[in-house]
């Protein structure tokens, strides 16, 4: 009988997990021996190395078995001296346990991101909270920008809706600052980081980036600490813009004043101004024919002679601030132009004159003076020819002999009446008014009659104007060497009025004007086509919306740092503690610490100088966390080195 004997193989992932079983009994036996050494474990401590490598023998055991339930322990044992290709095995087992380790890298590495994302949550939804305030702060803005400022409701104003939501805006904004730069504290003294960075980070770090999530100060002092090349000087530079929040939020609204409109219920605000559209205020007081001026026409004359200066009429006007519509009245309009002189001179004096009727003589003396005004005549043939209705037309004529020199000056003057339309205003009770056109043609009527559809004046009291101006403008002066005459009062004001004539036909115009519209007739009394609009200042909303940058641009900033410090925190494997205590009181501290804080923690200072000793913090093989002591306080190079480089 013949017999062929055959070689067993076994697939190449059992050589790697029994070469895996076989290193790892190695480092539990290399490990127990190195706790034995140490002396500021507990038996704890010890007692848990053991079970984590009792049971992790005993996973890899379970999950060979797993893997080939069709082979035993015992045939490993057997399959040793089987012959095979070791080579070949070496190289598939070798190749099998890298792709293995990195399928094991990225599924790890996708549990450490998950994970750091939930433990998140909070600073997600403070961002959220802050985005909401934001957005809710820019919609109340939006709405009321331009318009009233608004009364909400008994003691809310829009400044404490404004101040609400800017520090709620804060407050969140704060707590994921405050937050990343607490976690970045465990990230500065982690080992892993200071070995990728090659930075060395102190005990009174701790205490650094404490007060910097706190306060004003203590984020200034991590900014001076960091030099300013640290990714949580970004956390510290946040926490210093948001202690300005309040105070820039009162930049971001302004106030100013607008004239608004006014409604009273009861009375009109801005009735309708003094104007006219008919006049014929004289009156007969006996049976006679003769008809004279109301005392108001003739004081109104007499004022516009004399005075120096002419109020302006000055509506009715319940706020001080009213407009009016462009409206036309029945005014008076005058003009001074100038005539030439004649002069004649013998051996006693001069002769000057401007017409036959208007004249005068003067002496010759230093400082003599004469003065004469006379009224012209409208011939009858073209009075109602005359498509300008006027009410006083004169002369005037002045001379005067100084130092051997002598000045004269003549003027030929005219009063008529016309149509003119006002733009009037008033604000803060101060009254505007302009006249924007003139009309010189005016109608003239043969009978009084109060109901015309045109503007017009009567004929009577053209005529009644006419002749008391005749009378008041037939005058002379006189000063012959410091002996003064004069025939009026009248005369006397006309002759002071001689340097400035046009001024002084402006009062007499305006004073007359003045009169035609307060005591003259309108068609339709009750019209309200020229009424006005009062107004009264109001507050409006003016929003400065450069200031609302500056929110949403801290928002921004501190999303950025919260997802690079979630980064950082991942690539160094550091827990994710931001501000909890607890892990202090969980962690382990090596013996030489221990001993440096024993004789400095009760000294003057002590503490400062035991905040100088290097500082790390690592995860040991059995999972527990050892604050490990690097350098001492002799050593610079916790001063960050790289003055030119960006630490994260």
Sequence with gaps: MHTSTRQATFPSSVEAD??????????????LQVLENVQFFSPYHVSSFTNSFTLRIMYSTVELQRRHPHRSTTAFSRGLSFNHDGATDEENASQEESNHLLSEKIERGRRAYLVALQWWADEYKSAIICGLSIIILSIVLWY??????????????????????????????????????SQYAWIWIAKSHQLRTKTVARLEDFKLFDEASRGFLGSVALIWRMKGLHLSCIGAAIIILTHGFETFSQQMVDYIERPVIFENDTERSAPVNYRSDHWDNVEQRDWSTNLTL????KAAIYTGVIANE??????????????????????????????PVTAQCGPDGCFYSISPHTSVNVLH????????????????????????????????????EHKSTTNSTGFECALWVCMKAYETSMSDGHLSQSIIAKWNETQLETETNAHLEEYAISTRAVKTIRSFMDNLTDGWYQDDSGRVSFSSDWAEAIHDALPAMSDWMSRLTLSLSNEFRKQGQLHEVHDAKYEGSATKMANFVKVRWFWM??????LVISIYYL?????????DDVAIWKGDSMPMLFSCIHPDILRLGSGMMDTHKGLDELGRHGIALAKDE?????????????????????????RD
């Design 365 to 400: 003396g230093d400082g003599n003076e004469a003065f004469s005004m006379h009224p012209i005549a409208e011939h009858p043939s073209t009075r109602d020819q005359s498509s300008t209705a006027y009410l006083s037309k004169f002369e005037v004529v002045a001379a005067s």
């Design 563 to 571: 997802f690079a410090t979630i980064l950082a925190g991942v690539r």
């Design 144 to 181: 009321f920008d331009g318009k009233l400022v608004p009364r909400l409701s008994t003691g809310l104003d829009l400044d404490m809706v404004v101040i609400g939501l800017v520090t709620v805006c804060r407050v969140a904004m704060g707590n994921i600052v405050e937050a990343c730069i």
């Design 18 to 31: 029994k070469r895996r079983l076989a290193f790892d009994i190695h480092a539990m036996i290399s490990s």
């Design 622 to 646: 059995s999972g527990n966390w050892v604050f490990e002591p690097t350098v001492g306080p002799e050593d610079h190079r916790g001063r960050l080195r790289r003055v030119f480089g960006w």
């Design 294 to 297: 109301q005392l108001s026409t």
């Design 310 to 339: 002419i109020p302006v009429l000055e509506p009715p006007c319940s706020t001080g601030n009213c407009t009016w519509p462009v409206f036309p009245s029945i005014a008076v309009c005058g003009e001074c132009t100038r005539k």
């Design 549 to 554: 940058m500056y929110p949403p641009l801290c």
